[in-house]
């Protein structure tokens, strides 16, 4: 959805102070903020229907791909939700080093990669399945657990996981 033929009911304040209708983009870092504020630190990412709450809530409507992990505890509570790497329309180059870096700073005992395809097509691609076992592979080595990879298309969501492919 571009954010040109977005209408919105919802009202903001503008700098001067009159109500505007809001766009889509103030509307989504809003919802962003939100399910920020209903999941904090600590929160225990049990079930996969609150991982694709969440993530669906973080990573769509961006016009751009962004990779990011939620880096958790040996309880799969979160230590912290993380936007590792933001690429273009249609891909986002991801380093393992980076990642491994992010994992042992947040000293965390698993992991939830995810990244949007702006596209709207979820199905994940070879290079996001090459992508995966790499970072696997590599925090295996921290011992670090992947847990999932989900990949956010607007309103779907598919894990990886459940798809046999982590």
Do not use: C, W
């Amino acid at each position: 959805m571009s954010t040109s033929s977005f209408t919105s009911s919802l009202l903001v304040h503008d700098k001067a102070g009159r109500y505007v209708p809001a766009t889509a983009e103030q509307i989504l870092s809003e919802a962003r903020r939100v399910i920020d504020l209903k999941i904090r630190r600590g929160a225990a990412f049990t079930s996969p229907g609150v991982v694709r709450e969440y993530l669906g809530a973080k990573l769509a409507g961006y016009e751009h791909e962004v990779f990011a992990a939620l880096f958790l505890d040996n309880r799969h509570r979160l230590l912290e939700y993380v936007e590792l790497f933001r690429g273009t329309i249609d891909s986002a180059s991801v380093y393992p080093r980076e990642v491994v870096k992010e994992a042992l700073k947040l000293n965390a005992a698993a992991v939830i990669f995810a990244h949007n395809h702006p596209s709207g097509h979820p199905e994940p691609s070879e290079a996001d399945k090459t992508l995966t076992r790499r970072l696997k592979q590599a925090l295996e080595l921290v011992d670090v657990r992947t847990l999932d990879h989900v990949i956010v298309a607007g309103r779907t969501t598919i894990s990886m996981a459940e798809g046999g492919l982590v």
